[in-house]
């Protein structure tokens, strides 16, 4: 046996660059094993005795992957250490595997720290009261700092020089490219930024009204931003734009599955009254008004019964309106309707008035994003509700216009008999 192996080595002494390949094919398969055996057995092994403690459980930490990260470093060392060993390689040769190895284990371990801030942040955010005092400002500007130091140590490892002599030759020419590459700096800084917190993606609606721009993100490069608007124009904006001035992203709408419907109906005040005993039964007839009327009406009689006397003039007594019972029509219209969303934001309330009217606001979320869709939902309520509001003795307001100016001229011309019988009209349509 051990001539055989004696007689191989002269063999492949006589073939010199195959011996290289060999011995090259051998440190590549040991590497590769070192690489299985960590992963496969000491790593598993380390995670799972981490299970069996609250943060090894925690699923973040699994996410992370930063155990996974360090062990990429034994294969790098393995090649480090070998590259000597193997026959007839030059010496520029080991010295640039060297190097890289050198620089991939910088590169992994600066990585794997970068996941150690990320999982802190993760982790402290969990508090009660992180939102109070964020640290993720504090983590960026860390890892600022460290992939800085990485990129210097990586590029002093690669060159084969003293990271000191990299560091005073950049800073004599600091000023001179921040000077010439202002813009772009700028530029690169907003992109990282605005990658790095997730502003902005290909795709987003973004609304900029200072630059009209409305529409969809179509494109996201160093320096700008391409925004296609609805009318199908695009409109070019910095990309630092997006981290020096405002701007609305509708990002968390779509994701959301609702978009809200805030619109009023302008009533006109005048026609606001209580209810007679006979307008009440007649809208008794509306499914939506039913057990509405019904528990009002108790609770009216409860109240009212503990008034006594007091209770013989009307103006003591509590009574329902037609707003107020429009009102509550509108709410449950809106609950029984299935375009709109049940578990998010529903309100129908009245806003101050105004000389315009009494502002009657529907404030909810349909259960679509689609715009189309959305626009028919929402005409669809406003139809019904301009329509039924009749029911209940309800105008809505709305200024002259020269059509009601030519009546009014016409009935004026005809005489007062023509003017008496037209509010005659309007009383019976009110009623």
């Keep these: 046996m051990k001539a055989q192996y004696q007689a191989a080595l002269e063999w492949l002494e006589l073939h010199p660059e195959l011996h290289t390949l060999i011995s090259l094919g051998l440190l590549v398969l040991v ?11 000491l790593v598993r092994g380390l995670y799972r005795l981490l299970q069996a403690s609250p943060l090894g459980q925690d699923p973040e930490m699994s996410r992370s992957k930063i155990i996974a990260r360090l062990a990429n470093i034994v294969p790098a060392l393995i090649l480090s250490s070998g590259i000597a060993l193997v026959p007839g390689l030059p010496e520029a040769a080991v010295t640039v595997v060297r190097n890289v190895c050198s620089a991939f284990v910088v590169l992994t371990i600066a ?8 999982l802190v942040n993760t982790l402290y955010m969990r508090r009660p009261n992180a939102h109070l005092k964020p640290i993720k400002g504090y983590i960026q500007v860390v890892k600022i700092a460290l992939f800085a130091i990485t990129a210097v140590l990586m590029v002093a490892i690669l060159i084969d020089r003293s990271p000191l002599i990299l560091l005073s030759g950049l800073g004599a020419m600091a000023a001179v490219l921040m000077l010439i590459f202002q813009d772009t700096l700028l530029s690169l800084v907003a992109s990282v930024q605005i990658t ?20 969809d993100v179509i494109d996201i490069a160093l320096h700008t931003v391409k925004v296609q608007n609805w009318d199908m ?5 910095p990309t630092k734009r997006f981290i020096t001035d405002s701007f609305k992203n509708w990002r968390g709408m779509q994701e959301s599955g609702g978009r809200r419907i805030k619109r009023s109906l302008y009533l006109d005040q005048t026609s606001v009254a209580f209810l007679t005993p006979e307008q009440i039964e007649r809208l008794r007839h509306l499914r939506l008004l039913d057990s509405y ?18 209770a013989r003039d009307p103006a003591n007594t509590r009574r329902l309106t037609n707003l107020g019972t429009f009102r509550a029509y509108v709410e449950n219209y809106l609950r029984q309707n299935p375009d709109i969303r049940q578990d998010m934001t529903l309100l129908v309330r009245q806003l101050s008035p105004t000389a315009d009217g009494l502002p009657l606001e529907l404030y909810c979320f349909t259960a679509t994003t689609a715009w189309a869709r959305y626009e028919a939902i929402q ?3 406003f139809d019904h509700l301009l329509a039924i509001l009749p029911e209940f003795g309800l105008r809505v307001f709305q200024h002259p216009s020269g059509a009601d100016m030519r009546g009014l001229g016409q009935r004026l011309l005809q005489g007062p008999e023509s003017l008496r019988n037209h509010r005659q009209e309007a009383a019976e349509i009110t009623q």
């Design 293 to 310: 009327l019904s528990g009002k009406q108790h609770e009216l009689q409860d109240w009212n019964s503990r008034l006594a006397e007091y």
């Design 233 to 237: 124009t695009i409109t070019t904006i």
């Design 111 to 118: 990585l794997a720290i970068s996941g150690v801030l990320n």
């Design 379 to 381: 005409s669809d309520i």
């Design 196 to 215: 790095s917190n997730d502003i902005i993606r290909v795709g987003d609606w973004v609304e900029m009204p200072q630059l009209n721009a409305d529409g």
């Design 31 to 41: 590497a590769w094993i070192g690489n299985w055996v960590v992963k496969r057995i």
